[in-house]
């Protein structure tokens, strides 16, 4: 379901949100969540294991609990997200691990391999699937459109993390033969943002530290899994890409939750924060229709 908020901010164009706090954990995440449980539980494996800093895990040990399965989950030491507890909760076993997120992925993967597990995290042995999975956003925008008599969106604007949710709507636009300019929202501290501020080819941050906080955790790192195919779908559909303080993130959740009661985590607004500031810079006409990914709720 779309909400159209166009008057809420008084933009000349319209502008809609799609909400994926309400899918079953609160996020986005569930679109390939329950994928990846399915294709483990035909494939006739116990355990799923994967990297997260909490929406993905939650996302998986939620359906894995349903079909009989179990998780292991990484998460980086230095991550604190609430979710943890929710994992847990859920029957997943948490590892701590002392190390980055990108890290993680790496040691789930050499355990995965190890130890016959299936393997959840991104990367090519699963970009089909994901991609098959975000892709169901883009048919559900459209359908919602329609609905209201209204045509394809001119811009899809998304928050990016490791940039798999952006690469696979950019693909099945393709697909389907339409036009859109995608608009990436992110922290500063993120190698697709960079790289487009930047306005070099994609590249990886250099590994160093970086601070985590509460707000940033689910968009920042050093190097983006899929950051090259969400980079280069920025630059092919003429879109944008800006990074946000926190402060900026928390606001524009916070300004959602009182005039919309709609329920946002900071960085799954980081999508929305773009338009605003892509609207400011005089980026956009009367007849566009844009629609801004919110990935999700507060937790």
């Not at 597990?117 to 925008?141: K, M, Q, T």
């Not at 983006?224 to 920025?234: E, M, R």
């Not at 990074?243 to 929305?272: R, Y």
């Amino acid at each position: 379901m779309l909400i159209e908020v166009s008057n809420i901010f008084g933009t000349s164009f319209k502008l809609f949100l799609k909400h994926e706090g309400v899918n079953p954990t609160g996020t986005h995440k569930d679109r390939i969540g329950k994928r990846h449980v399915v294709n483990a539980f035909l494939l006739g494996m116990k355990k799923i294991c994967a990297a997260s800093c909490g929406n993905f895990g939650a996302s998986l040990a939620y359906f894995a609990r349903d079909y009989g399965l179990q998780t292991e989950i990484y998460v980086p030491k230095s991550f604190e997200s609430p979710r943890v507890n929710e994992l847990v909760e859920l029957g997943a076993k948490i590892v701590r691990f002392d190390g980055t997120y990108e890290e993680s992925v790496l040691e789930s993967q050499q355990v995965a391999k190890e130890k016959g597990y299936y393997d959840a995290n991104p990367g090519e042995h699963n970009r089909a699937l994901e991609y098959c999975g975000y892709s169901s956003i883009w048919r559900e925008i459209l359908q919602d459109l329609k609905q209201l008599n209204l045509g394809t969106p001119t811009h899809l604007a998304i928050p990016v993390s490791n940039g798999v949710t952006l690469a696979g709507l950019y693909f099945e636009t393709i697909l389907s033969s339409a036009s859109v300019k995608f608009l990436a929202g992110s922290c500063v501290c993120n190698p697709i943002i960079t790289s487009f501020v930047n306005k070099t080819a994609y590249r990886d941050l250099p590994q160093i530290f970086q601070s985590e906080t509460e707000t940033n955790e689910p968009l920042i790192n050093w190097r983006s899994l899929d950051g090259s195919n969400a980079f280069n779908a920025i630059i092919n559909s003429n879109g944008f890409a800006a990074g946000f303080e926190d402060q900026e993130l928390e606001d524009l959740a916070n300004f959602l939750d009182k005039n919309l009661s709609i329920s946002s985590h900071p960085a799954g607004c980081a999508g929305l924060a773009t338009v605003l500031k892509c609207s400011s810079m005089g980026f956009f006409g009367d007849n566009d229709l844009i629609v801004s990914l919110i990935t999700s709720r507060r937790y």
